[in-house]
């Protein structure tokens, strides 16, 4: 005869076990999601610095087309 409120050690230990596991998936995503973070913040300085040095050369572009077609 089973009492209601038994626990049942083979069950509780697969139990375990998934829940182990899953927390080193957890981890893992966790810092998979930071390095994606760092990545993200790092390769955004570089677009700002891109876009500053196309902007200079638009502007001495500008410049040089304005100055050749003064009359």
Known sequence: MKI????D??????MWQKVQNMEKTIN??????EELLALA???????FAGMAV????????????????MK
């Open 41 to 47: 913040n790092k390769s955004k300085g570089g677009m």
């Open 9 to 14: 050690p083979v069950k509780y230990g697969v």
């Open 4 to 7: 209601e409120g038994e626990i």
């Open 54 to 69: 196309v902007s200079f050369i638009g502007g001495i572009a500008g410049f040089i087309a304005h100055w050749f077609t």
């Open 28 to 33: 893992k995503m966790e810092s998979q999601m």
